[in-house]
Every structure is written in structure tokens, then in C-alpha cells.
């Protein structure tokens, strides 16, 4: 009898056991699911946040920049900054030494709102041979103006036409820049046109050439800002395209 109560006194030792594991199991069980999820979750948003900064999420962010020569316009040009600062855009003017000379206060305009500036020479002299001197003279007369009026350093130059001396950029501490796009806005006055073609050919780090002389030009630069800003561009100056 004795024997018959130990064995039975062992066979609910180990059933209380057995229950003990059961149970600690299954809240094991129900709290797993718990923490996987949130843990699940946290990666999620790290997979999130990492498409964000490399642009996988669809809305990357890509560089491009607006240029405008021959500059400024009394008129026009305030007009194009007007719309810039709106739509909080920096530009690129590539200005020349007479225009810089009778609109100073464009020029400080300008510089205060973040857009750079560059030489277009004086008098928008294209280099040919045997001119050589007489427009490295055109540009360092037009970096004297612009640099009066900024207190700045003029490091960028836009030669006409595309036309440059490899030698100057040494001598002058100057960059040539050309670029990628032009929409020869010089030659129309349909808006429409002439931003149908800049966003035909738009793509990451294009360089775009306009002309701040004509209220065509303004009206298609603005909405060619508003149409690639949708598409995930930033707008920077040609420098961050040059050297980032």
C-alpha cells in the first residue's frame, strides 16, 4: 500500500511537471510571434530608410542644373529670379562684364539669394585665332566687375560659343564650363517648344543653357523647374555637378 501510494505520489510529480512545461511552452508560444513581428518591423523600416537615402523608393533624388547666359537683363532676369526663389531654386548665370557694369544690383541680387555667378567675358567675345590676348583681357576685366560688385572670387567661365584656350585655366584659375542641353531659346519664342526640349533630353547632371534675355526663356525655365522638380530633381549650380 505504502509502495502503491509512492508510485502514485511519482506519477503526479511528473504530471504536474509535464503541465508546468506545457504551459511555459505555449507562453513562450504566444510572446514569440510578438517580438518576431516587432522585430520584423524594425527591419522594415531600416529597409525603408535605406531606400530613401539611395533612392530605391521611386523618388530619388537626382542633380541637375539650369545655366543662363549673356545676362543680366534689366527686366527678364528679375523676372526668372522672382520664379526662382519661389520654387526656392538655384541657378547658374554666366554673366557679361558691360551687362554686369550697368545692373549692379542684379548682380548683388544674385549672390545674395545663392546662385552663382561666372564670366561670359565683356563683351561676349568668342575666341578665335589670334584674339587670344584681347579676351583673356575681356575676362579679367569682367572677373574685376563681378568680383567688386560680390566681393567673390569668379572661378567658373562660360566662353561664347565654346570656344576655349586650354592654357587660361591655369593662368587664370578659371574652369571652363559648357554643357549638355540647348534648346536654342535664343532663336524662339514659343515656351512651349523650347521646354518640350529641355525635358526630352533631361536626365541626371545635364547641364541645361538658356538665356535670361527673353520672356520666352522665363516662362519655359520656370515650368521646366516645376516638371522635373515632380519627377525628383534638385536643382543645384553647376559646381555640385562639376566636383560633387
Not at 73 to 81: A, C, I, R, V, W
Not at 114 to 130: D, E, F, R, V
Request: proline share 4%.
Amino acid at each position: 500500500m505504502i509502495f502503491g501510494k509512492k508510485k502514485f505520489f511519482f506519477f503526479l510529480v511528473i504530471i504536474l511537471v509535464s503541465l508546468l512545461f506545457y504551459f511555459l511552452g505555449r507562453k513562450q508560444t504566444d510572446v514569440y510571434p510578438m517580438q518576431y513581428n516587432a522585430q520584423i518591423s524594425r527591419m522594415e523600416d531600416s529597409i525603408l530608410v535605406e531606400k530613401v537615402l539611395t533612392g530605391q523608393d521611386g523618388t530619388e533624388t537626382r542633380k541637375i542644373a539650369l545655366t543662363f547666359d549673356d545676362g543680366p537683363h534689366p527686366y527678364y532676369t528679375e523676372q526668372l529670379l522672382d520664379g526662382l526663389k519661389e520654387r526656392n531654386v538655384c541657378a547658374t548665370f554666366f554673366v557679361t562684364g558691360e551687362h554686369a557694369e550697368l545692373y549692379p544690383e542684379i548682380i548683388t541680387r544674385m549672390e545674395e539669394e545663392g546662385h552663382l555667378i561666372g564670366n561670359h567675358t565683356y563683351s561676349h567675345m568668342q575666341l578665335k585665332s589670334g584674339s587670344l590676348e584681347a579676351f583673356k583681357e575681356e575676362l579679367v576685366k569682367t572677373n574685376e566687375i563681378i568680383s567688386g560688385i560680390t566681393g567673390e572670387e569668379v572661378l567658373f567661365v562660360r566662353p561664347p560659343y565654346g570656344t576655349w584656350e586650354k592654357s587660361l585655366e591655369a593662368e587664370l584659375n578659371m574652369f571652363p564650363v559648357l554643357w549638355t542641353i540647348d534648346p536654342l531659346d535664343w532663336c524662339s519664342s514659343n515656351a512651349d517648344g523650347i521646354t518640350r526640349k529641355v525635358l526630352s533630353k533631361a536626365k541626371e547632371n545635364s547641364i541645361i543653357l538658356m538665356h535670361d534675355s527673353y520672356p520666352s526663356t522665363v516662362t519655359a525655365a520656370l515650368r521646366v523647374v516645376d516638371e522635373l522638380q515632380k519627377q525628383g530633381y534638385e536643382f543645384v549650380t553647376v559646381d555640385e555637378i562639376l566636383f560633387d
